[in-house]
């Protein structure tokens, strides 16, 4: 089948001939892949950035946001049949842990990441596992959807981790309105009345948000963490979601955090440099966030099946992987794009 | 009246004559101190660590953690009467805004905090408010007490943050068995059954923590990272509390915990520095902590009446607050140091 | 000053002459009233109902939820001045005990209730506390937000509370849709995005249901807790919040709970009879709601100013305050009944 | 091999000659029992009181608390094998839906609930799941902790479920101290500092109770609400955990409960009959207890491992399960029953 090869770090991946997945566990599902997104962790990954953390697995078929139909499945799965339509958990799990016992899937201790750690969706097949599979309505185009299964579970899990800060009065600071930004002002919307402030770079990137429900929005302009400042009374934001995290969003986040506030990183590629005096002198947080859990993306999908999240995104065949992770370096995609085998 | 003020920073305070408060507001209260603790924030006060957070108003009386006998109230106070044995709050606070509405008295944003932005307890009188007096039973000596006024309601604010995290099974690494170090000891062992790991320089300071419940011992002693890792099996500790927070803790602290833990930030003085990357791949927590409220107050005064919190004090006159000074940047302070006017 | 005075129970107020209130401590403050809402509790009240919990303290003015202008202040009053517009938490408190210094001003241990405990404001003044008022914009009208005062503090407080339980997939039920229920319909769909299910007998009220946020309605014809049970595939919904809770309603509220479900009590009148086999075997709770918090009214304020808690009132004149009592008892209000003076 | 057979209600259960259980699926595991625990529920089914909740199917095999070594194991087992010794949650689940994904086990959609719904582990093997067996030290004697994976994680998840009440000055009372009651005691002595007030009839299982950690005892005499009122001011207790809930426990355990405070069902066989308006106008609450989480079942085994609480019990041969039972009905068993096959 074709997939999308990485066979070298700093070198773009190419579109390769490799054997199809075959069973071998019993609760292995085969699925054949409708839609695979591509994200900016793809260009992290060609980086090498992941290696240290994860062991990228050289050469190997990429993508880790995958939606489609299940193809195959072992002797011991139940809870999906062939031909069901699917989007996937990133991270199928052993589900005896105590993380999977509790829940946190994206703490298995024995979890695998397609498309990171083993061979992933930018393929005409995928191995998962049936605990990944969360069934959707067979009516439901896997293109459509398929990012959701990471760009929206991250920003899903960490608007849901923020829900008790953000009461009516709050502010939440939004920084980046891509892939995962453009989702999280809309769980932002739907699942909270705070005040949204979306700070971006770009004019188009802030006019999508306004149209997704950002209160405020602000140019990334040099001014903006004052800009931010001035929205609050000076105070700063309750919430920060930095679904950037790097070239100095990690410093502008932090410093539009308000006193008692939290500063969630999402995004990643800076580093975070901050006294511990700043720290403990106005009690502020920093929460890391990775993925989500199962039931948080069976949850984003009733989200979506009832209107209140809609993703922005655009297709490519799967021989343009290229393209598409080309366009995503130049900030020429707005919202997601999808790879279609 | 006697007062240990400090005229310069960089320079040691010195006891000298200045006129007793007087009440000026209706919920003024003033209190005849009977116990004044010396903390290492006065050592870096007399930095000038934190002049550029509090403005150090210069000269003026140190002392922030303090406990007496009420001596003279405003008109409108109703809580306490002259003659009451009282703790005091380290922050008498507005009662009016949001923070203090909800309970959370550190962030009154009208607050003040005696002994760093305005005269402290280091003297025979302090001027505080009606909201920052926890009334104690009559037969309580302030000296004995007063040193849960800033280092037990700081140790006790950061372990109640931590309860729902130190589940039996859980292991929580306590860096550091000063003033606060060696109270929060004794809240873990009090409020929970997690596994509980303490990491100090000083072998005699280990000896204590020993004795007030904890389960390991480590010797900071340049492996103790890997004496951590050793003793969870390789994972890390679910939370560190860092009661240092300098000279190095704080990477080792955030070294030390596991994958979706939480580093609490108690002691200041260093900086952190942690790639993003590292943040979000283990979903990993920093936590500021800083004093605690009113009821925190309260609720550890009813675990030291129950003999669950035991203070280690060495108690000085005032007119030796030099000493304790010396004493406790030297690391002669088991516990500690408490001036008595 | 004219006022709305009970003199027995199971007669009607009457309307009469009182002496004006006066200050006389030091954090008093007497309003101007603008506007006070009758609520069912009033009818309770007249029924003798709140007697035993409260000692209603006949003869006495009626009026537990409005909103005004400052008219004088005690010599203690700092966050109010004379002319202010403001809308009243209707439990004045003492700001010392447990409760107060934790924010949960409905359960000071030493609180009046004006309207209930002591003389309200269906008059045209009324004695409260500096700590019961929020103050408002200066052109907000006070009859236009005085239902917020109670019927909204409570609606609010409840949703607020169930807000963890409503995650995307759930359902939550509410019965009853009068003055704090269409209050709640709105916060639900503000705050969350569970799919909202409305019953209540009046086909108008779930006609106003629907405009306000519900997806769902069910008439209450004797029917509508299998209506209920169709809705949810059998299982019933995650939470029901219970504005009425007397006449059966108390039964079907927890019927229609699912199984790890929570039934939450607000209206009464009822009496609730439950096996303990039934509790335990579903593990399902009844949560009882009261008012709620000053910060929760602010909440509430910041909600409404955002227009997403709309009112529906009807005014009175403070003299036909039998005739409002009338056509609320007989059903002929939609939303809510304000006198104004 | 021999069980404990239930033929009908109100007739004692007999010792029979039934066929082994067998493997059917890829995650069935067949354990050898090692311990049975005999409950208060066994007497309620042989009463019939669990039929129209359960379908108790005549006739069965009792035995719902079961440790052992593990005998067999299905194709796609992957969390034991063949002679580790375990103890096992009640409730083997489908680890597929909703509540298996959030670590809710006991609210799973498809689980069998061994000794109530299908055959129990009173006998020489049981059939059970991968998913429910908690791997243990193999020196672990299985009769020592049986008792601990019925009684021992109900108490255990309803003491869980109190910790955020239960803050230093706080009140728990527990009512009833038999094989529930004596662990939730030690329990909340392990992970809380509440002062522990336990009530039952019998003045030796409150000797009991003092010797686990109680700080205080009252003869549940006829005045034993009055007493608890004494103990606490007036107030009440802030949480009331009734391991009883049947003849008129169900009405102190409430009366008992202070405003605010949360009334915990665990034990049952009475019914609660509150007035609304007692639910809201004090803000109380009832909560629904039942078992209790896999994760919940190994933490209770490090708190065992560590000492924090310790079993009473007695072993009966399982061919004295009549025995057991009746000595259970008079009152006999301090602690738990314990039948060794």
């Not at 260009?43 to 939606?67: S, V």
């Not at 309505?137 to 920003?155: K, M």
């Not at 929205?231 to 008692?260: K, S």
Request: proline share 5%.
């Amino acid at each position: 089948m074709k997939a999308v090869r990485l066979h070298a770090f700093h070198a773009p991946p190419v579109v390769g001939e490799v054997p199809e997945p075959t069973i071998s566990g019993p609760l292995d599902v085969i699925v054949k892949v409708g839609g695979a997104g591509v994200c900016r962790t793809d260009l992290h990954i060609i980086e090498g950035q992941w290696d240290a953390a994860m062991g990228t697995p050289l050469p190997y078929t990429l993508g880790h946001e995958n939606a489609g139909w299940v193809h195959e499945v072992g002797s011991a799965v139940t809870n999906v049949t062939v031909g069901d339509t699917v989007i996937l958990h990133p991270t199928p799990t052993c589900g005896f842990c105590r993380a999977c016992r509790a829940g946190a899937d994206m703490h298995c201790v024995a979890s695998t990441f397609p498309g990171l750690s083993t061979d992933g969706g930018m393929a005409e097949y995928l191995l998962t596992s049936a605990r990944a599979c969360v069934k959707l309505d067979p009516r439901t185009a896997p293109e459509d959807v398929a990012a959701l299964a990471d760009a929206g579970i991250t920003a899903y899990h960490a608007v849901r981790k923020a829900i008790p800060l953000l009461y009516p009065g709050t502010t939440c600071v939004v920084m980046g309105v891509g892939g995962l930004g453009h989702i999280g002002v809309q769980c932002l919307a739907a699942l909270t009345a705070t005040t949204i402030v979306v700070v971006d770079r770009n004019p188009e990137a802030l006019k999508l948000a306004e149209s997704l429900g950002a209160d405020h929005t602000v140019v990334a302009d040099g001014i903006h963490v004052q800009a931010v400042a001035d929205l609050t009374g000076g105070a700063g934001a309750d919430v920060v979601l930095d679904f950037v995290a790097e070239q100095g969003a990690e410093h502008d986040g932090w410093a539009m955090t308000r006193r008692a506030g939290s500063y969630f990183v999402i995004g990643y590629g800076g580093t975070v440099r901050i006294p511990t005096l700043d720290i403990i002198s106005t009690e502020r947080n920093i929460v890391g966030n990775i993925v989500g859990t199962y039931n948080e993306l069976a949850e984003l999908m009733a989200l979506a099946q009832a209107g209140k999240v809609t993703l922005h995104t655009r297709t490519y065949p799967l021989t343009a992987a290229a393209d598409a992770l080309a366009d995503l370096d130049a900030g020429r995609v707005r919202g997601r794009a999808i790879l279609v085998p």
